[in-house]
Antibody, heavy 123, light 109 residues
Framework: QVQLVESGGGVVQPGRSLRLSCAAS????????IQWVRQAPGKGLEWVAI????????HYADSVKGRFTISRDNSKNKVFLQMNSVRAEDTAMYFC????????????????WGQGTTVTVSS | SYELTQPPSVSVSPGQTARITCSGD??????AYWYQQKPGQAPVLVIY???KRPSGIPERFSGSSSGTTVTLTISGVQAEDEADYYC????????????FGIGTRVTVL
């Protein structure tokens, strides 16, 4: 079935690095953009980053720009989120979600989500 | 920074209609998307491109747009509709950014 599975979360000290993975199955992965969205404990959704279907375009939220890097390996059906110089405010559940765009560049919405992986930044 | 404004909570009796508004300067230039999230679960897309319903989403969920405000309507609310609902859109300032509203907690009385 169509599925996204996140992994790589855990407890990390402030200033250190962590790499999250998002593994896709059940659909043609290389046709879809992938987004990362996070949710701090008890808080709302916050968009983090997006990578285009072929990896040629990436965009980031101001809160993570310069610290996080999104990448993908279409041969392995995976997207990665490299998190450097993490801060306490990066503590959250991290979700990956697939997205697709029409010919005018408008999104069809994030229609498939993973169950998330938890990142805790603490000394 | 671009913001989407939603009410923090809406209460509704079973069988009644719930309406959740979302205001943003990018509307109607940009589309709105609505997500439902139940406790401990991942979000689910319930409306895309302002008014379109993904397959598998009940017909009681509908979306509309008027000027700088979009609205998610749940007609004939059921107990299972109790959840947080988030609107989402894209900043049009020139830099690509997706933005979520703060979320609206729908309580079924």
């Amino acid at each position: 079935q169509v599925q996204l599975v996140e992994s790589g979360g855990g407890v990390v000290q402030p200033g250190r690095s962590l790499r999250l993975s998002c593994a896709a199955s059940g659909f043609t992965f290389s046709n879809y953009a992938i987004q990362w969205v996070r949710q701090a404990p008890g808080k709302g959704l916050e968009w983090v980053a997006i990578i285009s279907y072929d990896g040629s375009n990436t965009h980031y939220a101001d809160s993570v720009k310069g610290r996080f890097t999104i990448s993908r390996d279409n041969s392995k059906n995976k997207v990665f989120l490299q998190m450097n110089s993490v801060r306490a405010e990066d503590t959250a559940m991290y979700f990956c979600a697939r997205d697709n765009y029409d010919n005018d560049g408008y999104s069809y919405g994030m229609d498939v989500w993973g169950q998330g992986t938890t990142v805790t930044v603490s000394s | 920074s671009y913001e989407l404004t939603q009410p923090p909570s809406v209460s509704v009796s079973p069988g009644q209609t719930a309406r959740i508004t979302c205001s943003g300067d990018a509307f109607p230039k940009q589309f709105a998307y609505w997500y439902q999230q139940k406790p401990g679960q991942a979000p689910v897309l319930v409306i895309y491109k302002d008014t379109k319903r993904p397959s598998g989403i009940p017909e009681r969920f509908s979306g509309s747009s008027s000027g700088t405000t979009v609205t998610l309507t749940i007609s004939g609310v059921q107990a299972e509709d109790e959840a947080d609902y988030y609107c989402q859109s894209t900043d049009i300032s020139g830099l690509y950014r997706n933005v979520f509203g703060i979320g609206t907690r729908v309580t079924v009385l």
